[in-house]
């Protein structure tokens, strides 16, 4: 499966933005899903995940409340909803597909990234103050 990551900009704080990913190839109900972020100067780090089920979410404490991941598949596309956007969620975004069905998305959110199958090419979210 091909992930086109799209959706980022340049927004003021508080803000909100959505970001997309794209499948093609194969549909997006056959893999559980994530979204990772990696500020300037950062490891790459978790942020949201749904399962392949969709029944199931996790989300980063500091994004909790505000962020919510969700899957769309009639246009086989998954979403990242931001809400009340801040400067330190400036960083590029990346969606991740997990081909493990019966992963629980608390479980995904703490699996390493070589874990993760297939990595869509980031789309950079900058959050001014």
């Known amino acids: 499966v091909q992930l086109q990551a799209s959706g980022g900009g340049l927004v003021q704080a508080g803000g909100s933005l959505r970001l997309s990913c794209a499948a093609s190839?194969?549909?997006?109900?056959?893999?559980?899903w994530g979204w990772f972020r990696q500020p300037p100067g950062e490891e790459r780090e978790f942020v949201a995940a749904v399962s392949w089920s969709g029944a199931t979410t996790s989300y980063a404490d500091s994004v909790k409340g505000r962020f919510t991941i969700s899957r769309d598949d009639a246009k086989n596309t998954v979403y990242l909803q931001m809400e009340s956007l801040k400067p330190e969620d400036t960083a590029v975004y990346y969606c991740?597909?997990?081909?493990?069905?019966?992963?629980?998305?608390?479980?995904?959110?703490?699996?390493?990234?070589?874990?993760?199958?297939?990595w869509g090419q980031g789309t950079l979210v900058t959050v001014s103050s």
């Open positions: 991740a597909a997990l081909d493990s069905p019966g992963t629980a998305a608390i479980v995904m959110a703490t699996m390493p990234r070589d874990k993760w199958d297939y």
């Open positions: 190839g194969r549909a997006v109900s056959h893999y559980g």
